[in-house]
């Protein structure tokens, strides 16, 4: 079959884009509005852009329930500058899902999904206590791609539960990780089933 992505039905090529791209990695990303209200909600169009500066990056899209159509992160982040990525595991899949619902701007979903809270280091966002790893950010940049906003997140401070760190390596260890990724429709899954091919050039860094 061949697509011609103008020729698509609405919502045609959102669909068959998000059930190509998979599995996605998941940021689960907790802000907070200028009354000091937390926000969290995942978002699986999201990447790594750069080690330097290290620099993430996720799209919101345009269908909030706000009057501007922007979701409550995205005006969060407009706002304050700020926001954290929480990584999701198996044991937090859940509760991520239950803060995927579109909740009103004075909803915390912290307390919605009773997740455990705790504090940033170097921004004023809280960050999921329980999360393998957080990634506190600083807004570097928004871009309009679209119907979406792009946001490219400068990373200040990165929390990693212990245990999952290997000194030797400066890795951290995939086995215990155990990341959720994002499929299409209601679909995820489980990053269990690893396998090692070595790159052929002997000085690969990563």
Not at 53 to 75: E, M
Not at 109 to 133: C, D, H, M, N, Q
């Amino acid at each position: 079959m061949e697509f011609d992505p103008a020729a698509l039905p609405p919502n045609a090529m959102y669909k068959l884009l998000i059930s190509s791209v998979v599995p996605r990695p998941i940021a689960w990303v907790s802000s907070v509005d200028r009354a000091g209200v937390r926000n969290l909600a995942p978002f699986s169009y999201f990447m790594a852009i750069t080690d330097d500066p290290p620099t993430i990056a996720f799209s919101s899209s345009f269908r909030g329930a706000g009057p501007d159509g922007k979701k409550d992160t995205l005006r969060n982040i407009e706002d304050t500058g700020e926001f954290v990525v929480n990584v999701v595991d198996d044991d937090l899949a859940a509760q991520m899902n239950v803060t995927s619902g579109e909740y009103p701007p004075e909803v915390d979903e912290f307390e919605v999904a009773a997740l455990a809270v705790a504090p940033g280091t170097r921004v004023g966002v809280p960050r999921v206590a329980s999360a393998p790893i957080t990634l506190e950010c600083r807004l570097d940049r928004l871009v309009s791609v679209g119907r979406a906003t792009l946001v490219l997140g400068r990373i200040v401070y990165v929390h990693v539960r212990d245990g999952l760190y290997d000194a030797a390596t400066g890795r951290l260890d995939m086995h215990r990780l155990r990341p959720v990724g994002r499929l299409a429709g209601n679909f995820y899954t489980h990053v269990h089933d690893i396998f090692e091919m070595k790159r052929p050039n002997a000085d690969y860094r990563g």
